[in-house]
């Protein structure tokens, strides 16, 4: 009963929680998940990167969309509206609108498509919503543009001379974030990753930048060693202040902020006079589904968001039964996906548990020590009423890659796959359900020759710039999966 009562979700809001939410349409301010911090602003929230209680850092209160939006937003372009919706968050005290729409309109020129995201229709119920478009083909460029030019004048307007940025990837979060930072004044850049258990071409996208600020760290070991060696130097709060650290992955707040902007835009361009839509989200660290959640409590018409995942299950398994366990991290042909632990779950929980930090950091803490979290019935009903969710193996990922080829011609990537299997298994009431469409299949040859077959392969052809990648020249790090082997390695490159 003990238990029960810890993990309960308030049913009471406190003073503090009633005057936010009695003013909902100012920005507001961030505090970590686990009450370990105090209330700072969007910019320190940003450059906090994961807070020092080992939380992550989550607005006070959720803003709701302007009067007449997002019908009224219809006629803008994507650059336009991913103002309106970031500037609920960023007070014009902390950036000027002028600077927020200059830093939003430089991260989006780098982008193949004048739509940046555009939805394609698969049938009449069924649409992509298209997120490679940008500089290395997947979806968190849409972010991690974004967070590079923001860090750049975050740094100048501090007058702060030098950030360490580390970050851990499975596959599209490095590349991303190396394209993100790259050259940019004040940064220097480490991303780890598990040496071996991403794509070649993934590989090849982080290794091939050669600037001086970027530095690749090749893990002997798999992507959870990396992002617990991450949050294990964060928590390090003198190594952490003496090389001003800061977060790339989807722990920082800004990469989940700029994430909701797509969601809107899809909204837009498929439903109209209100009526919701649905979304179905390829999913490991939660981040992405995450940015959906906060759209939609914003006020965007959503009936169903869908929790899809390859055979690291952790999160499937939650929704199903109720406890979140971790297992050994399985290789898929979703190398981006093979997460065991998801990092944004605790924003999700968090909000589930009435934003009651005492009761999420026990939670945590509990996961921590056993490996394991049992919600109570209140708190997996609150989730289930958010999420639905679904498990997509090797074989039916195939399956379906294969199937769509030949039905229109239209070649989804692996983890792309898993969000339309997982639409179709789950399915919605929705007149629309929209699938996260996170790469372009061009980073995934081997699977998507193995899906389609050798002849309708020798028919497409994968982007030049992917192809011109196995004759750049190329630089990593090998590295031992050990916290003080990375920390002395970073050190040594940064003296």
Known sequence: EDTMRRFAPSLRLSLRQLRRSMSTQAAPTYVSTRGGMKEMGFGDAVLQGLASDRGLMVPTHIPTFPEGAPEK?????????????????????????????????????????????????????LSVLELFHGP?????????????????????????????????????????AIHGLRGKKGVQCFILYPDG????????????????????????????????????????LPFKKEYNLGAVNSINWARILAQTVYYVYAYLRTSKNGEPVSFSVPTGNFGDILAGF????MGLPVDD??????????????????????????????????????????RFLYHMAGDDSAA????????????????????????????????????????????????NGYVLDPHSAIGVA???????????????????????????????????????????????LDSMDSRKHIVNAEIEDVRTFIVDQLA
């Open 73 to 125: 937003w219809r006629d803008l372009s994507f650059q336009e509206l991913a103002y309106e919706v970031m500037s609920l968050y960023v007070p014009e005290s902390e950036i000027p609108a002028a600077d927020l729409k200059n830093i939003i309109n430089k991260s989006y020129s780098t982008f193949r498509s004048p739509d940046i995201t555009p939805v394609v229709n698969l049938d009449d119920k």
């Open 136 to 176: 290395t083909f997947a979806f968190k460029d849409v972010a991690l543009q974004f967070l590079g030019n923001l860090f750049e004048y975050l740094l100048a307007q501090r007058g702060i001379e030098l950030m360490t940025v580390i970050g851990a990837t499975s596959g599209d979060t490095g590349s991303s």
């Open 197 to 236: 258990r991403t794509s070649p071409i993934q590989e090849k996208q982080m290794t091939t930048v050669l600037d001086e600020n970027i530095h690749n760290i090749a893990l002997q070991g798999n992507f959870d060693d990396a992002q617990n060696i991450v949050k294990a130097l964060f928590a390090d």
């Open 294 to 297: 906060y759209a939609k409590k």
């Open 305 to 346: 968001l869908v929790v899809a995942t390859n055979e690291n299950d952790i999160l499937d398994r939650f929704f199903k039964s109720g406890s979140y366990s971790r297992n050994e991290c399985l290789e898929t042909i979703t190398p981006s996906m093979d997460i065991t632990i998801s990092s944004n779950f605790e």
């Open 360 to 407: 999420l950091s026990g939670m945590m803490s509990e996961f921590e020590s056993t490996g394991t979290l049992t919600g109570t019935p209140d708190l997996v009903a609150a989730c289930r009423a958010q999420m639905k969710s679904a498990m997509v193996p090797d074989d039916e990922v195939l399956k379906t890659i294969g199937d769509y080829e030949k039905a």
């Open 422 to 468: 997982a639409a179709n298994k789950v399915g919605t009431d929705a007149k629309k359900m929209i699938s996260l469409a996170c790469a372009h299949w061009g980073k995934f040859p081997m699977a998507v020759e193995r899906a389609v077959g050798s002849e309708a392969m020798s028919k497409l052809d994968p982007p030049q710039q992917l192809a011109e």
